[in-house]
Nanobody
Framework: QVHLVETGGGLVQAGGSLRLSCAAS????????MGWFRQAPGKDREFVAS????????YYADSVKGRFTVSRDNAANMVFLQMDSLKPVDTAVYYC?????????????????????WGQGTQVTVSA
């Protein structure tokens, strides 16, 4: 069993930055792909970014490419999402997730259904 807890959300003005953290407990995340997703009110959960076990391979939604950066610290059992140049459309609850399938692979899924464990989410609100 894996428990994921996201922190770092909050209210920020457009153009500002936030850094989300995801702390994992229950088992090491060292060899597992991790992802970030978000869900705005009235919308489906959407992919934001993902990172393979080593951190060498990263993937981003077109809407955040060049503004967001995903990283991980396997020794600390944590994953991060640095969000810069935030826009009001980035307002959503952000979730981190762990995938068990691509264990040790040079790939990290971009589809929510591929992930096995989820955090409770952290609210990010970007004001105009």
């Amino acid at each position: 069993q894996v428990h994921l807890v996201e922190t770092g959300g909050g209210l920020v003005q457009a153009g500002g930055s936030l850094r989300l953290s995801c702390a994992a407990s229950g088992r090491p995340i060292t060899t597992f792909a991790m992802g970030w997703f978000r869900q705005a009110p009235g919308k489906d959960r959407e992919f934001v970014a993902s990172i393979n076990w080593s951190g060498r391979d990263t993937y981003y939604a077109d809407s955040v490419k060049g503004r967001f950066t995903v990283s991980r610290d396997n020794a600390a059992n944590m994953v991060f999402l640095q969000m810069d140049s935030l826009k009001p459309v980035d307002t959503a609850v952000y979730y981190c997730a762990l995938d068990l399938t691509y264990n040790g692979a040079s790939y990290a899924p971009t589809v929510a259904n591929d992930y096995d464990y989820w955090g409770q989410g952290t609210q990010v609100t970007v004001s105009a």
